[in-house]
């Protein structure tokens, strides 16, 4: 099967930002790669260079508060230093969770204020309830819009064209 090294699409709507392009550099991609985003979003968030592409998408859209809060929390999970994962749990809460914050998430009332109560003796499973919700926002809201936009439509396409090139 073949495949090929993937630079930024030659699309207007495709657009990498510089910290994407470093880290994604030599990334082989191919088409059956690629429509294997289409199983699940789980598999699109497993492959770098899909979550490169759907974090792009949902940029274009003015809705990338979802995705970066879930990718946030699952840094946040990583933290082994009590004092750095309480530090880190208040610029999360500032961030994404209090009212009216600069990239607040799209979460129930009884969520926000159990998680402002779980902020105040953070733990790792603090944002774990928002964690799911947001995700499940993603999978029935963004993810299928992104498997129908013109972003993802053209890569398929341009690896398909690639691909019976040989």
Not at 124 to 130: E, L, N
């Amino acid at each position: 099967m073949p495949s090929l090294i993937v630079e930024p699409l030659n699309t207007q709507h495709f657009i990498m930002d510089q910290d994407d392009r470093k880290r994604n550099k030599n990334i082989r991609l191919s088409l059956e790669d690629t429509q294997q985003w289409s199983q699940s979003l789980e598999r699109l968030l497993e492959s770098k260079y899909g979550m490169a592409t759907f974090r792009n998408f949902l940029k274009s859209e003015y809705s990338d508060e979802n995705i970066e809060f879930w990718l946030t929390c699952e840094e946040y999970k990583k933290i082994k230093s009590s004092f750095r994962m309480s530090s880190r749990a208040k610029k999360i809460y500032e961030q994404f969770i209090k009212a009216e914050s600069p990239k607040e998430i799209n979460i129930d009332y009884h969520t926000r204020e159990q998680i402002k109560r779980n902020v105040k003796t953070s733990t790792i499973h603090c944002f774990d309830d928002a964690q799911k919700i947001v995700y499940g926002l993603m999978e029935r809201d963004s993810y299928p819009r992104f498997l129908r936009s013109d972003i993802y439509r053209t890569l398929l396409e341009n690896l398909a064209a690639d691909a019976t090139k040989g």
